[in-house]
């Protein structure tokens, strides 16, 4: 079954940037849609962003829209987010998530298989 592994986040003040790492295993990377979701403290897990394996296709919500950016590296079997203008209301643990099918949403039920969490939290 998938396993994802995260990785990268931490304590980062408002306009800067950081990476999370999701690392796949016993699946290969370029046959997964690949979800990413946050729970900021006090709210309910949301949805952001996704990436379609089977047209590269990509959804950002508005909210995260040209300061986000999802990519991927095959060989590594790592999906990645790359994310900039960091605001404080962007704290929050994020989570990957992945299914392995055709398109993708940023509705978490759709998603089976997991990542851990990480805390990202942007304060001066």
């Known amino acids: 079954q998938v396993q994802l592994a995260q990785s990268g986040g931490g304590l980062v003040h408002p306009g800067g940037s950081l990476r999370l790492s999701c690392a796949v295993s016993?699946?290969?990377?370029?046959?997964?849609?690949i979800g990413w979701f946050r729970q900021a403290p006090g709210k309910e897990r949301e949805g952001f962003a996704c990436?379609?394996?089977?047209?590269?296709?990509?959804y950002y919500e508005e909210s995260v829209r040209g300061r986000f950016t999802m990519s991927r590296d095959i060989a590594k079997n790592t999906a990645y987010l790359q994310m900039n203008s960091l605001k404080p209301e962007d704290t929050a643990v994020y989570y990957c998530?992945?299914?392995?099918?055709?398109?993708?949403?940023?509705?978490?039920?759709?998603?089976?298989?997991w990542g851990q969490g990480t805390q990202v939290t942007v304060s001066s």
């Open positions: 990436f379609a394996p089977n047209d590269g296709s990509t």
């Open positions: 016993e699946f290969n990377l370029n046959d997964l849609a």
């Open positions: 998530a992945t299914n392995p099918r055709p398109g993708c949403t940023v509705g978490e039920a759709w998603y089976g298989y």
